[in-house]
T-cell receptor, first 115, second 116 residues
Framework: AQSVTQPDIHITVSEGASLELRCNYSYGATPYLFWYVQSPGQGLQLLLKYFSGDTLVQGIKGFEAEFKRSQSSFNLRKPSVHWSDAAEYFCAVGLYGGATNKLIFGTGTLLAVQP | NAGVMQNPRHLVRRRGQEARLRCSPMKGHSHVYWYRQLPEEGLKFMVYLQKENIIDESGMPKERFSAEFPKEGPSILRIQQVVRGDSAAYFC??????????????FGEGSRLTVL
């Protein structure tokens, strides 16, 4: 069955430090992958997506993610974290075909940023 | 260009009452999705609808939950005879079409249901 695993429930980084959030997926075909961010009390905002092509994708707010088929991973990175990046981050895989059109989400990683 | 609008943002119900959550998709979007977020969990897919049609309800509980997306008006997620375990944030998302070309979902800010 298709699934997404985010092994880190909480991560704390210092402002200005680099960040990497891990995401592993289980999917039989070429995956369509997403990262969303959720600020407290808010909905989800798309950071970036991978459908095909270049395995390093750039997103908004200085984020990027790299698709590694051999590792079934799609880790999110940012070279220098800002305090405003504190939020919860969700990785998702898209399932399409026939009547199916949905995202399967991981359980999320809550990011705290220390001054 | 308004985003996905959900109301109410917060809803409190006593056990046994009914909860109705509304979702107006973004302008031009004809596909609506409902997700539920329980504390400490990610978002779980519930149902996918197009106008007047339920396309995929594989994530809907078998009882007490229903959804509709009428020809006119918002999509409604209805929970009958609520129980404490229904307390969660319910998110609606919309997209202009189906599949790869329109893979991104646009999310509302959610409706937070508390069952006393």
């Amino acid at each position: 069955a298709q699934s997404v695993t985010q092994p880190d429930i909480h991560i704390t980084v210092s402002e200005g430090a680099s960040l990497e959030l891990r995401c592993n997926y289980s999917y039989g075909a070429t995956p369509y992958l997403f990262w969303y961010v959720q600020s407290p009390g808010q909905g989800l905002q798309l950071l970036l997506k991978y459908f095909s092509g270049d395995t390093l994708v750039q997103g908004i707010k200085g984020f990027e993610a790299e698709f590694k088929r051999s590792q079934s991973s799609f880790n999110l990175r940012k070279p220098s974290v800002h305090w405003s990046d504190a939020a919860e981050y969700f990785c998702a895989v898209g399932l399409y075909g026939g009547a199916t059109n949905k995202l399967i989400f991981g359980t999320g990683t809550l990011l705290a940023v220390q001054p | 260009n308004a985003g996905v609008m959900q109301n109410p943002r917060h809803l409190v119900r006593r056990r046994g009452q009914e909860a109705r959550l509304r979702c107006s998709p973004m302008k031009g979007h004809s596909h609506v999705y409902w997700y539920r977020q329980l504390p400490e969990e990610g978002l779980k897919f519930m149902v996918y609808l197009q106008k007047e049609n339920i396309i995929d309800e594989s994530g809907m509980p078998k009882e007490r939950f229903s959804a509709e997306f009428p020809k006119e008006g918002p999509s409604i997620l209805r929970i009958q005879q609520v129980v404490r375990g229904d307390s969660a944030a319910y998110f609606c998302a919309s997209s202009p079409g189906q599949g790869l070309s329109t893979g991104e979902l646009f999310f509302g800010e959610g409706s937070r249901l508390t069952v006393l």
